[in-house]
Nanobody, 123 residues
Framework: VQLQASGGGLVQAGGSLRLSCTAS????????VAWFRQSPGKERAFVAA????????VYADSVKGRFTLSRDSAKNTAYLQMNNLKPEDTAVYYC?????????????????WGQGTLVTVSS
């Protein structure tokens, strides 16, 4: 499966962005989907994930209440709505999928990755 992430950009603190992740070669209805992010000099960190078997999302504590993960199976696209953005949210955001029904924050479980989209939040 190939993933294309988009929607990143420059936004002021308190603003919002919506990231998209479109899959080709497979469907989100049979893949768990996740978002991770990586800041310069830091390891890739879990942001949110949703099992393919249900629509219940789990979130990192740092984004809980501000970010919302959703998917549109008809469009084969997953979204990450990010509200009340903070400078510490600045990172390259990656989407990933797994054929397992999982929401694990461990990167090794996610076999297919998009190319990343840069989010910059200014203070």
């Amino acid at each position: 499966v190939q993933l294309q992430a988009s929607g990143g950009g420059l936004v002021q603190a308190g603003g919002s962005l919506r990231l998209s992740c479109t899959a080709s070669g497979s469907t989100f209805s049979r893949n768990s989907v996740a978002w991770f992010r990586q800041s310069p000099g830091k390891e890739r960190a879990f942001v949110a994930a949703m099992k393919w078997s249900n629509s219940i999302a789990v979130y990192a504590d740092s984004v809980k209440g501000r970010f919302t993960l959703s998917r549109d199976s008809a469009k084969n696209t997953a979204y990450l709505q990010m509200n009340n953005l903070k400078p510490e949210d600045t990172a390259v955001y990656y989407c990933a999928v797994s054929i397992m029904s999982t929401t694990t924050p461990n990167t090794y479980a996610w076999k297919s990755w998009g190319q990343g989209t840069l989010v910059t939040v200014s203070s």
